[in-house]
C-alpha cells in the first residue's frame, strides 16, 4: 500500500510555455501533499505544502504565481510550472501524507524530471 | 532554528558494516525518518523512529537517542546496491518532514 504516481516521469518543454505535473495517491486518501525541487546533488528542497480544499502553502522564495498547485480530491494534487524558463529545470517530486498507525509517513512519487530548452 | 546535520559522504566496502550518523535540532519533535535515494530516483521510505532505542529492519537498523537530538542508521553486509544517498528527516511539532542534506554511500568492492 501507500503508492504515489507521478506523471509525467519526464518532460522536455520549450522556455515560455507551461507544463502541469499530477501527483496521485494510488491506494490512499491523502489530506496532505507536498512538493519538493531537487537540483543535481543536492538535497530535497520543499516548495509548498498542499492541502486538499484549501489553497497551498509555499516556502519563502518560491513564486506562488509561476508554481500553481491544485488539491482538487483527496488523491491529486497538480503542480503547473508557468512560463518555464531553463533555470526551472529539475526534479520535480510530490510525496503523500497518510496517518498510519498513529504515525505520519510520508511517501514519495517517482519524481518528474522537467527540461526547459 | 531547524537543523539536520548529517555527512555528506562515506565510503565502505562490500560486506562490511557502515553507520550514518545524524543530529537534530527541530522546534517539537515527531519522529525521525531515513531515506534511501538512488541517483535520478525519489527517495524512498527506510525507518521511522519516535521512542529511543533501536528498531531493527533486516540489513538495516535505526537508533534515535531524544535527549540528544542524534540518530544513526547501521547498515550491515553492505552490497553494492546499497550504494546511493542516504537522507535524514526530523518531523517537527506541524508534521513538518526537516531534511538533511543526505549522506552519499559509496560501496567499494
Known amino acids: 500500500g501507500a503508492v504515489v504516481s507521478q506523471h509525467p516521469s519526464w518532460v522536455i518543454c520549450k522556455s515560455g510555455t507551461s507544463v502541469k505535473i499530477e501527483c496521485r495517491s494510488l491506494?490512499?486518501?491523502?489530506?496532505?501533499m507536498f512538493w519538493y525541487r531537487q537540483f543535481p546533488k543536492q538535497s530535497l528542497m520543499l516548495m509548498a505544502t498542499?492541502?486538499?480544499?484549501?489553497?497551498?502553502?509555499?516556502e519563502q522564495g518560491v513564486e506562488k504565481d509561476k508554481f500553481l498547485i491544485n488539491h482538487a480530491s483527496l488523491t491529486l494534487s497538480t503542480l503547473t510550472v508557468t512560463s518555464a524558463h531553463p533555470e526551472d529545470s529539475s526534479f520535480y517530486i510530490c510525496?503523500?501524507?497518510?496517518?498510519?498507525?498513529?504515525?505520519?509517513?510520508?511517501?514519495f512519487g517517482p519524481g518528474t524530471r522537467l527540461t526547459v530548452t | 532554528g531547524q537543523n539536520i546535520d548529517q555527512p555528506t559522504e562515506m565510503t565502505a566496502t562490500e560486506g562490511a558494516i557502515v553507520q550514518i550518523n545524524c543530529t537534530y535540532q527541530t522546534s517539537g519533535f515527531n519522529g525521525l525518518f531515513w531515506y534511501q535515494q538512488h541517483a535520478g530516483e525519489a527517495p524512498t521510505f527506510l525507518s521511522y523512529n519516535v521512542l529511543d532505542g533501536l528498531e531493527e529492519k533486516g540489513r538495516f537498523s535505526s537508533f534515535l537517542s531524544r535527549s540528544k537530538g542524534y540518530s544513526y542508521l547501521l547498515l550491515k553486509e553492505l552490497q553494492m546496491k546499497d550504494s546511493a544517498s542516504y537522507l535524514c528527516a526530523a518531523m517537527d511539532s506541524n508534521y513538518q518532514l526537516i531534511w538533511g542534506a543526505g549522506t552519499k554511500l559509496i560501496i567499494k568492492p
Open positions: 491506494d490512499f486518501q491523502a489530506t496532505t
Open positions: 498542499s492541502n486538499e480544499g484549501s489553497k497551498a502553502t509555499y
Open positions: 510525496s503523500a501524507r497518510v496517518l498510519a498507525g498513529g504515525v505520519y509517513e510520508q511517501y
